[in-house]
């Protein structure tokens, strides 16, 4: 290479954007720098342009776990229709309003997305149905947690790469997830909007589709509150509005205000204490704290959809059926074990039989588990 040559290619390299001079121009003191990262169990060299965040942040969405929520349901199961969400469009939807406040509260927005896509990839069929079954099969034997599992998902079981098991992701994505186990611990802030980005996410769309799939209608649902204010809001506004496009309409308006009161409240409680550091936010012991006016509205909201909607006589039958399905999927590659999968079958030495069997019953979609029931239960 000449001299020339050579000078063009160090002056592009110059060129680039390094994750340590975008973050030193945008992130506020208290986030979590890149820089700062402890690293990884396995170590690897840095990479020239991408930042530790940002490669947890792909080697998640990369894994067979995350690809596998696209079969598994949120709340409503696929014979409902196929309107409602899933797991994983749960789980971009909570991405991206983890997003959006991370970045208006200048937090690492690369560490957030990782930590958001990550949040629900330990979920085994058929949502909180699937997991309350597993745990009851596992009683004996540590129970069973999807926040749990998530790390057993990409600290053993995910095989991509030929130097580590599972993903090798950072401690500070680790150190996240195990605060979803743990939530007495103080956490990071990004972790906290992860938190509060699922509420308001779920919150919203299980409105969206429960009216969709004509569990509730709008008008039971004014009973609450804060809902009977923001359709009034949006019928005064768009006059002669359909019941479809309000029911749209009264979605995004209550993302909408959750996140707009959260970060009036957050960036107020954030200029007072004047964080040098994200050390300092934990060391603190600081929680975002959100208006008691809206939470207590929002509890409102959850206790009508707990009574009206999760627990209503339709999603009862289905979820009673999942569970039947899950039991008896357990009992059986209990008794018969020739039945996992080679790797399964080997983890029975490191973990025992009962929980090799559930771990592979949690990665399971919703249509493959049901498939195996119908294979080789009922038969």
């Known amino acids: 290479m000449t001299e020339p040559e050579q000078s063009r290619s160090i002056a592009a390299v110059d060129s680039l954007q390094t994750i340590d001079r975008r973050e030193s121009q945008i992130l506020a003191p208290y986030a979590t720098f890149s820089k700062e990262t402890r690293g990884r169990r ?26 596998r929520l696209s079969g598994k349901m949120q709340v409503f199961t696929g014979e409902m229709g196929d309107y409602h969400r899933t797991r994983l469009t ?29 949040h629900d990839i330990g979920h085994p069929p058929y949502g909180h149905a699937g997991e309350e079954a597993l745990d009851e099969c596992l009683a004996g034997h540590g129970g069973f947690s999807h926040n749990a599992f998530a790390l057993t998902l990409v600290e053993s079981l995910e095989r991509r790469y030929a130097e580590f098991p599972g993903l090798n992701l950072s401690y500070e994505v680790l150190d996240g997830q195990r605060h979803r186990i743990d939530k007495k611990r103080v956490s990071r802030l990004e972790v906290q909007i992860v938190d509060l980005a699922d509420s308001i996410s779920y919150d919203a769309a299980d409105i969206d589709d429960a009216v969709k799939l004509g569990l509730t209608t709008l008008s039971e649902l004014a009973e609450v509150k804060i809902v009977a204010e923001l359709l009034e809001e949006i019928r005064r506004r768009y006059r002669g509005v359909s019941a479809s496009l309000a029911r749209r309409e009264l979605t995004r308006a209550l993302i909408d205000l959750r996140v707009s009161c959260l970060l009036e409240t957050a960036g107020r ?10 050390d300092a936010v934990i060391e603190a012991g600081f929680q975002f704290s959100v208006d008691r006016e809206v939470e207590e509205q929002i509890g409102q909201l959850e206790s009508f959809l707990y009574q009206r909607v999760y627990r209503h006589a339709k999603l009862v039958r289905v979820r009673k059926a999942a569970q039947d399905r899950v039991r008896a999927l357990f009992g059986y590659l209990c008794a018969h074990p020739e039945r996992l999968p080679l790797f399964h079958r080997r983890r029975i030495a490191a973990v025992g039989l009962e929980r090799a069997c559930g771990e592979y019953l949690a990665g399971m979609t919703d249509r493959y588990c049901d498939r195996r029931y119908r294979e080789w239960v009922a038969r």
């Open 42 to 67: 396995y170590p690897e060299s840095a990479h020239p342009y991408r930042g530790p965040y940002q490669r947890d942040r792909d080697r998640v969405v990369h894994s067979a776990a995350f690809r």
């Open 90 to 118: 749960h789980t971009h939807e909570v991405a991206s309003i983890a997003r959006t406040l991370a970045r208006a509260l200048r937090l690492n927005e690369d560490l957030v997305e990782a930590l958001a896509l990550l």
């Open 269 to 278: 409680d954030l200029a007072r204490h004047a964080f040098a550091s994200a």
